[in-house]
């Protein structure tokens, strides 16, 4: 095996494990910090199969910014209040028949996959910054053009929305 294959799993192992301790902790602090840890392990994943810009850009909108948002959210809002009933029996049932059929399926779709035509991720350069812009400069350059002008019209309005006074 190699480095690239550990790292992987590790991530991987990661990644899992900061998810389910997101969902089981108590506190939304701690939720929201191990929801940013399994935004950088993914991220990891993202530069493994060599898209370095994605993961650029998932580290600074995802952890970055709207984890700055969930955690002012959490700590203006005050979460920390131990103030919640008891979920009904019946209710957790259907949670565990539901979370049950869901992995039936889950099962069924990966039974006949194969993971044996994927071929290397290192050898794919679509992921390179050099690559994506050429792609988009040259094949989608009248969208990309047509979405700027849209952001900047939006970012417009939005200032004068803003504003007190009347215009």
């Known amino acids: 095996m190699t480095f690239s294959s550990y790292l992987f799993y590790f991530l991987s192992i990661l990644a899992i494990y900061s ?3 997101m969902l089981i902790s ?4 701690h939720s929201v910090l191990y929801l940013t840890l399994t935004f950088f392990s993914i991220a ?5 199969l060599n898209a370095q810009f994605l993961a650029i850009v998932h580290i600074i909108v995802y952890a970055g910014a709207i984890m700055v948002l969930f955690l002012f959210t959490v700590m203006l809002l005050n979460l920390n209040t131990e103030e919640h009933s008891p979920k009904p029996v019946f209710v957790k049932l259907i949670a565990i028949l539901t979370g049950g ?3 039936i399926v ?3 779709i990966f039974r006949g996959y194969d993971l ?3 071929q290397d991720p290192a050898l794919s350069q679509i992921g390179l910054v050099k690559n994506l812009g050429k792609v988009l400069y ?7 053009e047509l979405s700027s ?3 900047l019209t939006a970012m417009v309005g939005a200032v004068l929305l803003g504003k007190n006074e009347q215009i």
């Not at 108590?26 to 602090?29: A, D, T």
């Not at 040259?138 to 990309?144: D, Q, S, T, V």
């Open 19 to 21: 998810a389910v301790m």
């Open 26 to 29: 108590k506190k939304p602090i």
């Open 44 to 48: 990891g994943h993202y530069i493994l």
């Open 101 to 103: 059929l869901l992995m």
């Open 106 to 108: 889950f099962i069924g």
């Open 116 to 118: 044996a035509v994927f």
């Open 138 to 144: 040259k094949e989608y350059l009248l969208p990309f």
């Open 149 to 151: 002008i849209l952001f």
